[in-house]
Structures are given as C-alpha cells and as structure tokens.
C-alpha cells in the first residue's frame, strides 16, 4: 500500500506532507483527533469516531472545516487510493495557522488533514501477546474527555512504562483511583464483575470500550461502569485494554506482578472472540478475515 | 523589517515555513519552547532563556539539536537578516518527525525552528494600558515547570478571559492558591509585601518574574516567594503580572472588581522604572530607549 496524506483536500506522499510552522497544533497543541481502525478496507464504526472527533472540535470552539459528508467520502478515497486493506486512518484538525497569540484567532479557517498506514491485526488468540503494564500517577489536566493533541503526559508515560520493558502504562488519581492507559481504557474482573471507569471528564471515551460494553451486555457476566483503585485492580481476576489500535488486549502483569495463572482470562477470551465477530459481521460481510 | 524563520539552518520567510506533518510537536505537542524579547536588535536575557530551554528539554529528554554558541550565533544572525530593533524571538524544539507513536522514536533527530517578529513596547507610564484579569480554576497538568507546546488549558482559558473582555486569567489550584497567569506570573503586595508563588511544578519560572525579584532586593520593600490564594489576591493594595512580551504590567480590575484607586501602585511603579533602566543598561548601552 501506499502512506497517502490529505490535506484539506489535496492528497500527496505522508513523507512529503507539511503543515504551516505557525499551524496553532504544531505551536499550542491547539486541535483534536481520531484515530480509526481499517479492517477489508472498511473504516470501522466511523460514524462513531465522527461524533466524537464533533464533540472534541465543540468542546474547544474549533469549527470542523468540511461537512461530515465531505470528509467521509475523501476517507474512502484515501483508503483506496492507499490501496490499504488493513490499517488505520488518523485525522486531524487544528484551529489553522496564524500569527502566535494564544487567544484564539479571528477569521483564520481551521485546517484538517488525514493519512493511513498499515496496521495489521492479530488473527488468532495465539498471535496476541499480553500486555505488561505498570501503574502511573495521572498527572494530566482535567479536561481528558477532549482528544486533543496535548499529549505530552501520556507520551511521558509511555516511556516509563517503556524503561521497565512494560507496553502500557496505567493511570491513577491521587487516592489510587484508576482513571485509563495513555492510549487505551482499563477493564478489571473484580469479585466477578467486569468493571471500568465511568465516562467522565477523567477519561477518554473509546470507541472500543463502547463496543467492549455492548458486548459485554450481550454476555452471561455482571459489568459496571464503576471505577476502581489501584488495590482492587491489582487483586483482579483479569484485566484488559481497549484502543482501536490494539483492540481488547489482555494484560499479563501490572507492576511486575502477575494478574493471574490464566491470560486471556475467560471473561477476556469471550470478549475477544465476540469482538472479532462483530469486525467480521461490519466489515467482512459476516464472512472470516 | 522582515519576518524571516530559521529551520535547522536554512533561512526563509515566516509565511512560507513549514513542518513535517509527522513532526511530533504538532502530533502530540511534543516540543519545548522559548520566547526572547529583542531591544536595539539584542535578545534580553538570552542566556537565562537558553538555560531555560535546556532545563525543559531534559526534563522530557528531547536533545537539543545544537550547540549552545551555535544557536546564540544562529539568533544575532536572524536578527541581523530580519532587521528587527525591537521585537521578540521564538524558538521551538521538537522531538522530531517519526511514525506516530506515544513510545520515543528511536533514531530520531529532534528538530529546531526560530522566527523574529514585530513588537513595540511602551515607552513611557501613559502607554501602559493596565490589565483587566479573571481568576479561572487552573486545570492544567502538574508539570507546568516545563515549558511545553502543551498550551490547550492555557488557551481556553485565555479565551475565557477574552469572553468577560479581560486580557488575562489569573489561575487557581484546588483551594484558591493562586498560581500564575496564562503566560505571565502574579505578583500582588498583600499587608505590605510582595508575594509571588514560589518555583515549585505548579508554575512556569518565568526569566521576567526572575529579574523583577532581583530588583525588588533592591528597593525597599519586603518580598517573599510565597503562594497566597484567591482572597488575599482579592484584597492586594497592588497587583502586576511579568512576561517576556508584556514585561512588567500593572492589573487594574481582576474578576471585574478595581484593585485600588491608583494602578499602578506605588511597588509597581517603581519596579517598571527600574525593569526600564534594566532594558536600557542591558541592550543600549545605560541610554535612553
């Protein structure tokens, strides 16, 4: 395949795409994101990532500069132009470039653009690695509910985690409540119901964690959307990541310690199975990857 | 003059500089930055900005991409090119352009962009126009000690000011202390001395907030580097911010309520006066601006 780039509409090379120097995400971080999983070409739940990559772009006044219809006609134009099959599309739009000031800018148009890159996926429970974890004070604002690109803090994280050879890290508040990962949410096995933190202004509302509720609503387990501290999350039975890039990924040990004998847990292994289903059924015709 | 960008080296104008795509400041406002006022064509304080930048650079591992004395070379030469007598410098590193991903790149050369601009400052007491202020809740994260391109809180609330017609938001912590300003600090004479919040992560060590203390060791006045909340700031007898580009600014009203009858006050106007012959000593040589 090829890395195609569109900006505000025109389409080029991603290693030959720029922006302006004064683009206000590049000097303030100052726009909003999406991230979308392509599975058969398919961008998948795409009206979903729509809406909230709306509700991001309101929340900080920046006016989305194409229609809705627009901008997913030009997603599958960029897919195929790609000729990508599996992969991802990421999106951006940012409140444009203009002269530096942090107050927000008169009659500038804010800017968008996309790309895809491959990505592929695991097949089989087999090709899935667990995650190791470690746990990590949350010291971001409290306006997380937005994806923006201020994501300093959780790029910090990642590295932690990194430094001790772990995948992910997960957030906590101060008094031990766990909020997400950098880039996933956190779902805990405790005393045998599925829990995970509320929607809030604490966390990032994914799309795979709705998908994951929805699932597991159809599923003979209690789930409560209910958060938890960082005791209960290291005593639980099993725990699992959802992001639209890795999917439900099981986590195999927090902090060093291992969560459990079992991993994918059956909760997790249930869940995992039904997800791929549901990728199946939306962007395969019902038919196997 | 000429609004002139540097870019690693190479030389072109501001309108037509651009940035990868891909460059990390602009994907996760990954980037640290700096801003130098200009006077009589030299940058005030450089050293301690350099300082500055370095200390925010190692607090997020990002290289600087140059040597010192190259980067000092770099700046009189832009400035020399741009022809800018007064105006200011900005100065941006960045972790550079890589495949996205929250983990540091490996291999990855950060970049560096500069650009001179435009900007008088008053000359006299009669051209300052004293600041109309908000008190906002500070929402950032708890590392506002580094000097990231992660400035979305500090634009909203900016914005926020803008909306109730004032030019800055004073910001609060749980609690009511008072921190700093979008992108100045406060300084506010409570029972006779002057206080500002001490260095600490909660706050931006601003290079004009450093010098205006140097100063008041000299005058005769008690001051002491130590947080003071909302109510104390409310009953100040005088209160002023400090920036690079704002310099020493009297507030005339904070939450639409006046500060006192005489802004600026007695502290602050001798503080502006002695910041002035700073200036004068510093880049004309002890004349006149």
New interface residues.
Partial sequence: MKCL?W?DGTVCN?SE???????????????V?EVIKIYNKKPFFLKSHLKRLQNSAEA??IKIPHSIEDIERSIFDLIEKSACVEGYL?M?ISRGSA??D???PQGTKSSM?M?V?ELSSPGSLEEIQPADCITYPD?????CYIK?????????A??KA?EKGAVEAIFYRPGGIVTEG??TNVFAVIDGIVRTHPESRLILSGITRMIALEILDTMDIKFSEEAFNLEELKNASEVWTTSTGMEILPVARIDGQPVSDQVPGPVCHELIKRFWRKVEETCYDGGKR
Same sequence: chains 1, 2.
């Fill in positions: 780039a900006l991603l795409a720029t922006v302006p120097l004064e683009d206000r995400s590049y000097l303030f971080g100052d726009g994101y900080i006044e990421y951006q002269k530096r942090h107050l927000l653009v790309y890159r010291e971001r604002w409290f306006n923006s690109v201020n994501l300093l803090p959780n790029v910090i990642r590295h990194d950098t880039r």
